[in-house]
């Protein structure tokens, strides 16, 4: 706002100057403010992604990354994170660089506690550690799917009755490869986890009367996150859809190739 003196009088020309003048700088200014968000611009972290995100599907997936920001995903900084790596996104991905030890992001939007899927892709680029600890909800208790971890190759839930994936039953070991895309999906129904690794199913775990909970080193991402350990990792495809209320025994999700 521009302000003027009581004791100066302008005439109405120099009034109707200064409107067409603020007009004119008005027309300027809005095409220069659409070129910082054009398409092509590079993404900043933490920017808020748009509402089109998150239409389902004609599977009932909801994306909850839209390949051009954070959006709702919020970089963890605390205990084990505090020296995180970089979180960049390009390339339609999520890049979580290595921290000493972790790197990982949460997410601070709504989601189901029970009857849902969750899915994304995962890629190890660098390191020999897990590349993916995905923490979800189950009910009010939480577990990690960890992909990759002691040593690079073992797989599976952390914790079941207490014990870390690598001492429970949900332990396998993959043969992960550098810089090749893993499809990784987790099913949480009122009596039983699933999850897979590609097309295998590597988990079918009833849990109802299992004691499920977390390692402390990534409480930090709970209810819901992603993180590596010493590890870069990129992540892409990240998705949810609640379950039917008789879920296939094997339903469909959309085909994806490695690459």
Known sequence: MVRFRSSVSFRAPAIVAFAALGLALGAISAPAEEAKQAPGARPQAGAKGGPEAKQPDKEGWISLFDGKSLGDWKVVAEADFERHGEVLVEDRQILLKAGLPATGIKWTG?????????ALEAMRVEGDDFFCGL??????????????GWGGQ???????????AIDNETCTFQEYKQKQWYRIRVRVAKDRISAWLDQERIVDLEWAKRQLSIR???????????????TTAALRNIRFRPLAAKPDASPKEPGAKRE
């Open 135 to 148: 923490t979800f909800p189950v009910g009010d208790k939480w577990l990690t799917l960890v992909c990759g």
């Open 216 to 230: 402390w080193e990534v409480e930090p991402t709970q209810p819901l996150g992603i993180a590596t350990w010493y």
């Open 110 to 118: 709504k989601f189901p506690k029970i009857d849902y899927e969750i």
């Open 154 to 164: 073992a797989t599976g839930l952390s914790n079941i009755d207490g014990d870390s």
